[in-house]
T-cell receptor, first 115, second 112 residues
């Protein structure tokens, strides 16, 4: 069965650079979520989109932005990178929780290292 | 504010043992609770999802229970195997929007 696809899997950037992460949800899933997991930490919710509109927002820095496109894939853009942004970034998808059971399926993550 | 706690933080058991992982949450007004498995540096694999109206869910050797009123969930693993070694995370959805609040996880090691 198709899963959530994230790219790139690994990314190394310098401080103050910009990074873009991509997420392709499971086919037919209409909601995408972004989570950040720092070293030794539990995942923290960043932002979510339903039908290309932002549906919820968590602890996402102002330097970060995200969007969901017409084909339902999503991109997380991170600018002015800081050392503290080094983390594993997860994308998850679900069929709209109001209509389904709300189960989230996560991708393998994109590991960002900021030097 | 919802807070999720998992006890113990780490657990080491010999192969074949049955074990229980605990998860507690402070606000009982939840939509669902999901258990995940995470291997080191890897993604989150969904194990079981329990809706707020349900008491338990089973999948193979795994059984998850939910007691919403007391703010607790347990994950029971029967006949543990070395391949079960991983970190197990529970996560609560309180607002029906998929914004999960995670516990810190229990790192399980099953010794051959």
């Amino acid at each position: 069965a198709a899963g959530v696809i994230q790219s790139p899997r690994h990314l190394i950037k310098e401080k103050r650079e910009t990074a873009t992460l991509k997420c392709y949800p499971i086919p037919r899933h209409d909601t995408v979520y972004w989570y950040q997991q720092g070293p030794g930490q539990d995942p923290q919710f960043l932002i979510s989109f339903y039908e290309k509109m932002q549906s919820d927002k968590g602890s996402i820095p102002d330097r970060f932005s995200a969007q969901q496109f017409s084909d339902y894939h999503s991109e997380l853009n991170m600018s002015s990178l800081e050392l503290g942004d080094s983390a594993l970034y997860f994308c998850a998808s679900s069929f709209r929780v109001l209509a389904g059971d709300g189960e989230l399926f996560f991708g393998e993550g994109s590991r960002l290292t900021v030097l | 504010k919802q807070e999720v706690t998992q006890i113990p933080a780490a657990l080491s058991v010999p192969e074949g043992e049955n074990l229980v992982l605990n998860c507690s949450f402070t606000d009982s007004a939840i939509y669902n609770l999901q258990w995940f498995r995470q291997d080191p540096g890897k993604g989150l694999t969904s194990l079981l999802l329990i809706q707020s109206s349900q008491r338990e869910q089973t999948s193979g050797r795994l059984n998850a229970s939910l007691d919403k009123s007391s703010g607790r969930s347990t994950l029971y693993i029967a006949a543990s195997q070395p391949g079960d070694s991983a970190t197990y995370l529970c996560a609560v959805d309180s607002n029906q929007g998929g914004k999960l609040i995670f516990g810190q996880g229990t790192e399980l090691s099953v010794k051959p």
